[in-house]
């Protein structure tokens, strides 16, 4: 069985949305509840990274383990991702974003049986886009941490130039709609349309 823990990003500053995303309910359920129930089927050991846990308590999200995040300031998904797999034991890590309310359970258990079959070469598997990888929805293998804290530490802030050097391996996705995310009220009602 695949060594893996999640990490679940819910630190951001939901400027687009105008009020905490992760507390936008979705058909009555919070989407970082939602995106917690599908990470649940993944494994047991899911951390959220947030500098605000008191903001998740009345959520339904057993077993959960918070990482405060240091930072008053917001850093952006690079640095609460950085402070995350500080504390990750496992030999992966799914990481995701909060305001993914389409993620398919079935498609991520089929992912986690890939991930046991990458080279050891890789530092993460992610899906690909044409503008570059999809970062918030993929895996990392947890021995890639130096490498990001020396990025992080040159003042890097972004994941594609992170990732530039290494070599990472493709996620196969059939309906690309599962990355669909909310980061504006008129997301929000649109997947509820359809
Ligand atoms: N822990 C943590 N998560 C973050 C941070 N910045 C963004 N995220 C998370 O990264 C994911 C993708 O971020 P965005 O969709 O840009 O969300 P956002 O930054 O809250 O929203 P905008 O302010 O509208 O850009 C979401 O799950 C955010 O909660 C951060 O500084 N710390
Ligand atoms: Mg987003």
Redesign the pocket.
């Known amino acids: 069985m695949t060594d893996l823990s999640v990490i679940?990003?819910?630190?951001?500053?939901?400027?687009?949305?105008g009020e905490d995303?992760?507390l936008i309910p979705i058909q009555r359920i919070a989407l970082l509840e939602r995106v917690y129930k599908v990470a649940k089927s993944c494994t047991d050991t899911i951390y959220i990274?947030?500098?605000w846990p008191e903001r998740y308590q009345s959520l339904h999200l057993p077993e959960c383990k918070f990482i405060p995040?240091i930072?008053t300031e917001?850093?952006?998904?690079l640095?609460?991702?950085v402070?995350?797999l500080e504390k990750v034991k496992t030999e992966w890590v799914l990481l995701?974003?909060?305001?993914?309310p389409n993620l398919q359970i079935e498609v991520l258990q089929n992912w986690v049986k890939i991930v046991d079959t990458v080279e050891s070469e890789n530092i993460a598997i992610l899906v690909k886009n044409p503008k570059g990888w999809e970062p918030?929805c993929g895996f990392y293998r947890c021995n890639c941490l130096p490498l990001l804290q020396d990025f992080i530490n040159q003042g890097g802030r972004s994941f594609q130039e992170w990732l530039k050097p290494y070599p990472v391996a493709v996620l196969p996705l059939s309906s690309p709609e599962m990355l669909f995310?909310?980061?504006?009220p008129e997301d929000v009602q649109k997947f509820l349309l359809n």
């Not at 679940?8 to 949305?17: D, E, N, Y």
């Not at 917001?74 to 998904?77: A, H």
């Not at 995701?96 to 993914?100: F, I, K, N, Q, S």
């Not at 995310?181 to 504006?184: A, W």
């Open positions: 679940i990003l819910a630190g951001g500053k939901s400027s687009r949305m995303k992760a990274v947030t500098p995040e930072s917001t850093q952006g998904p640095v609460g991702f402070q995350g995701l974003a909060c305001d993914l918030l995310n909310c980061n504006t």
